[in-house]
């Protein structure tokens, strides 16, 4: 493939996962806010429990292979059918495990209800092995159009289904039927959108050497799913339903904004990376470039979040989730450092040594399981605050391998970054100044917060002449001048400014 169709393809990609990102995400929020008002935090703290065994559960089905079709520099029908069909085969035993430990998981968390619930929501298993497939083949192919179609069509029809089941006296069986809804919608316009259907084939050989780069990635994931998910664990156990769905709550706000940004720029720099991994040098400008833009953007998104998180809460969720108010502010530190972690990670990925991935995931979750047992003893804000901290020293083990592979080591990222971070806590401590000043209610105080420091993080990037805001500037102003062109597009831009 040329240089400049490599380029079109994957800038045309970027922003249509960013668009599946922002406007499915986007959909989601709006239920999330809505279901907030119908429900309890004790009845989020309930399919909270769920979902960790069932996010376990979907590692292993979905983790590992996907990402090998991705990297593998030649994946045909044959390697997606296989994957396909033995992922399933995979859901299966999963689906039978679960089933069985319902009963076990309803008595340990003294919750009869579980028991039902476990044994319906782990149907999504299914349909989550074959969107594994579907999404990786998007990936390759940066077929990200019909993603973004098929996700805003999963995530509203779920949205208007979990609605009518919370207004209609459901409970906590509305969330369970957002999810299953959302799966199997995913899956079926998927099937309409994306280019590739499962065919009869399998040849088990493309299995086994997919394996050898695939279950390194599995292990990882899985300690790393295992390990997050311990909190929650935890959490559910030691102390209450309530404090898990104001963990999880404060959690949603700031993963709705890396989900987005970071997850977006993930998804289409692991096949741009793998296509480029034979330079090392074409590699290592990509990386510099993608934390740089990443860390412009979700910086200041971030912080200023942390700064309005009183008001947020009360203007969108209520009184009765303040309780999830100190959690929100802890994970958007924690979050913070995503866009080195993702980026470090993905290059890692992409020249194909998953064997370093394995060793830094156990090496980060020796130091985060140290952490969480001392955290564990002083109480749940203590035991966040501390896996904070651990997610800011372990950009330093994610960045060490760079250092050796691509030249570029954690000092030069960080300083890439200082300026967007400096930035970012000025602007963030104005906006929470704010709310002391301001006049009117929760919801008139938010916008005014939001427009300050939309307005403060411009000035200053302007003032100190910050590259990225430069380039953004000068990018939506070619746009505008360029807009009938068809090679003018601001995604084509933004891919340059990865690439070039």
């Not at 996962?17 to 986007?26: I, M, S, T, V």
């Not at 059918?81 to 008595?107: H, N, Q, R, T």
């Not at 208007?160 to 995913?186: D, E, K, R, T």
């Not at 300690?223 to 311990?230: G, R, Y």
């Amino acid at each position: 493939m040329a240089e400049t169709e490599m380029k079109q393809k994957v800038v045309k990609g970027l922003l249509w996962k960013l668009l599946e990102n922002g406007g499915a995400q986007g959909v989601q929020f709006v239920i999330a806010i809505i279901l907030a008002r119908l429900l309890t935090p004790a009845q989020y703290g309930v399919v909270g429990i769920i979902t960790i065994f069932i996010t376990i559960a979907n590692v292993v089905v979905q983790s590992g292979f996907s990402t090998a079709l991705v990297q593998k520099q030649k994946a045909d029908k044959v390697d997606f059918s296989s994957v396909c069909y033995f992922d399933l085969f995979v859901a299966l035993v999963m689906y039978g495990i679960l089933y069985a430990a319902a009963p076990v998981i309803a008595s340990f968390y003294g919750i009869a209800e579980l028991e039902a619930i476990v044994r319906v929501l782990s149907i999504v298993l299914f349909p989550g092995a074959v969107i594994s497939v579907q999404t990786a083949y998007v990936s390759r192919n940066l077929e990200f159009k019909g993603l973004f179609l098929s996700t805003l069509a999963a995530s509203a029809a779920s949205g208007v289904i979990s609605i009518w089941m919370a207004a209609n006296g459901f409970g906590v069986w509305a969330m369970v039927g957002q999810q299953v809804s959302y799966y199997f919608v995913l899956m079926i316009a998927l099937f309409f959108e994306v280019s590739w259907k499962p065919g009869l084939l399998f040849a088990f050989d493309r299995i086994k050497e997919m394996f050898s780069f695939g279950w390194k990635l599995l292990v990882a994931s899985l300690i790393d799913t295992l390990f997050n998910n311990l909190y929650g664990l935890i959490m559910g156990k030691i102390y209450n339903e309530e404090l898990l769905g104001a963990y999880n709550r404060g959690d949603q706000f700031p993963k709705l904004i890396v989900n987005n940004l970071g997850g977006a720029i993930q998804s289409v720099l692991l096949p741009a990376f793998s296509a480029r991994q034979g330079s090392v040098h074409d590699v290592r400008h990509m990386v510099r470039r993608a934390i740089r833009l990443s860390s412009f953007l979700v910086l200041p998104m971030l912080f200023g979040l942390m700064a309005v998180a009183d008001t947020l809460v009360l203007a969108l969720l209520g009184e009765q989730w303040l309780i999830c108010v100190p959690y929100l502010r802890i994970m958007c530190v924690a979050y913070s450092f995503w866009p080195i972690h993702i980026t470090n990670l993905q290059a890692i990925n992409a020249v194909g040594r998953s064997d370093v991935f394995l060793k830094l995931e156990v090496i980060k979750k020796g130091m985060g399981l140290t952490g969480l047992i001392i955290g564990a003893q002083f109480g749940p804000l203590v035991m966040i605050s501390i896996k904070a901290v651990l997610d800011f020293f372990s950009t330093f083990v994610n960045a060490w391998p760079n250092k050796k592979l691509l030249g570029y080591s954690i000092f030069s990222q960080w300083m890439d970054i200082m300026p967007s971070l400096i930035l970012s806590l000025v602007m963030s401590a104005v906006v929470y100044g704010l709310q002391f000043v301001l006049p009117g209610g929760p919801m008139v105080k938010l916008l005014l917060q939001i427009m300050a420091g939309m307005a403060v993080y411009g000035l200053l990037a302007w003032i100190f002449k910050m590259e990225s805001f430069a380039y953004l500037v000068q990018t939506i102003k070619g746009q505008l001048q360029n807009r009938r062109k068809a090679d003018g597009t601001f995604s084509q831009h933004l891919l340059y400014h990865i690439q070039s």
